[in-house]
């Protein structure tokens, strides 16, 4: 691995401990990580023509007057080249992006992506293909009788109340802001007294970093993240390793605490949320009734699948959610049910293991409680030992053991199959 750090370069050092100091001094921020962040995001944007990723900087609060403004007043002040506005179409936005592109600040983005916006989705699809170089916008000019292809790479600073787009978070520092506590003081930040030392700082920090332009571009620094969120992360390693200093280690330990806050928000798809509870659902049966599953899943405290739809979570809805999975109903023949449609265990198996494996149960904590069924008199709805899938009239599927776990070895005894089902 190619690094881009300098134990020397003090210089740097003492540039990204001035823009600490503003922050610290003009904003109550969250935690020292999300300090480090926003000092290398407000770096690193002064190196753009260096990154393959332009990272997205989130500042969200769940109220107003949680300081997300003046945080993006002194990003404003202190980024390079800033283009800052409350509101914008799409169009206004493509013709700002140029080769050596402004930096986006986009103040009270709840107003773009809130519940009566329509989505936004060309900003939105502008904003996450944004994120990487090399994915411009693709538009025909009458007047030119051709295709045109307009750039989207630019590093962009959102602010807002409430979580942003998922696809827009995946791309980004998230920041979340909170009030001042009545112990927490910070200076007062007047634009025309002191945006134009914050500015004489950003311009300090171009000439520093466009110096080095070639070794920032090639520098591969060792990652604590992966995936997307190691793409979202490198540039503002690469700008604190060229540093030196303390920034090197602050920045890695900002990058993985961050990164885990944001991972650990709770926050899933209905998608995920069913495949997560179906797990509940089940307890330890092999499978279970689409009806008696669907009640299992609106008797988990806190669901919400009792909401969802004028109804609630319906037989057809439940199909429609799992078939992302490639997990499907079948019918089967239950005890004390009889033929059902239903669904086994062993389809979402695979699906469990990827996309929401169980957490380390070694430590401490209650024992786990399965969910009762909700109608007592058909008791436990179990499968008997061996049962037909009615999906094909010649194979069944065998009841799970210890060496079948998948649900797709076979037996030597006799089964049972159930015929002439569709």
């Avoid at 390079?80 to 799409?90: D, E, K, R």
């Avoid at 499907?328 to 033929?339: A, E, I, K, L």
Wanted: proline share 9%; aromatic share 6%.
């Amino acid at each position: 691995m190619t690094t881009a750090t300098n134990p020397t370069a003090t210089e740097g050092a003492v540039l990204l401990d001035a823009v600490h100091a503003a922050l610290t001094r003009y904003v109550a921020m969250p935690s020292p990580h999300a300090t480090d962040a926003v000092v290398l995001w407000i770096a690193a944007t002064h190196a753009q023509p260096a990154w393959a990723h332009a990272p997205r900087l989130v500042i969200r609060g769940p109220e107003r007057r949680c300081g997300k403004s003046r945080l993006l007043d002194v990003v404003e002040a202190t980024c390079h080249n800033p283009l800052i506005t409350v509101n914008a179409s799409p169009a206004a936005v493509y013709r700002s992006i140029t080769p050596d592109p402004p930096v986006l600040l986009v103040d009270e983005v709840d107003t773009i992506f809130g519940p009566k916006a329509d989505g936004n989705e060309d900003l939105r699809g502008l904003l996450n293909a944004g994120h990487q170089r090399g994915r411009p916008a693709l538009r025909y000019d009458a007047a030119l009788s051709a295709v045109v292809t307009i750039p989207t790479f630019a590093m962009a600073a959102l602010a807002g109340i409430g979580a942003m787009p998922d696809t827009i978070e995946d791309r980004a520092v998230i920041i979340p802001m909170r009030r001042r506590a009545p112990g927490e003081k910070v200076s007062p930040y007047r634009t025309r007294r002191d945006r134009e030392p914050l500015r004489a700082l950003a311009n300090k920090l171009t000439t520093w970093l466009r110096a080095d332009l070639a070794t920032l571009e090639a520098a591969e620094p060792e990652l604590p993240v992966e995936d997307r969120a190691a793409d979202t992360w490198e540039p503002l390693v690469i700008v604190a390793d060229h540093a030196g200093g303390t920034w090197p280690q602050r920045a890695r330990t900002a990058a993985a605490t961050l990164t885990a806050e944001a991972s650990n928000t709770g926050d899933m798809s209905d998608q995920l949320r069913l495949l997560t509870d179906c797990r509940t659902a089940f307890s330890d049966d092999q499978a279970l009734p689409t009806n008696e599953l669907l009640a299992r899943l609106r008797g988990i405290p806190e669901s919400g699948w009792n909401e969802l739809g004028p109804n609630g979570l319906t037989a057809m809805k439940l199909g429609s959610l799992l078939r992302e999975y490639g997990i499907r109903s079948g019918t089967f023949r239950f005890p004390c049910v009889g033929q059902a449609k239903g669904y086994q265990r062993a389809d979402f198996v695979d699906s469990w293991q990827r996309y929401c494996p169980e957490p380390d149960t070694s430590g401490e904590g209650e024992p786990y409680q399965p969910y009762q069924p909700s109608h007592p008199r058909s008791g436990a709805v179990r499968l008997e030992p061996w049962y037909g899938s009615s999906r094909t009239t010649e194979q069944a599927v065998p009841g799970l053991t210890s060496k079948n776990e998948a649900g797709t070895a076979g037996t030597a005894a006799p089964l049972r199959v159930v015929r002439g089902q569709a």
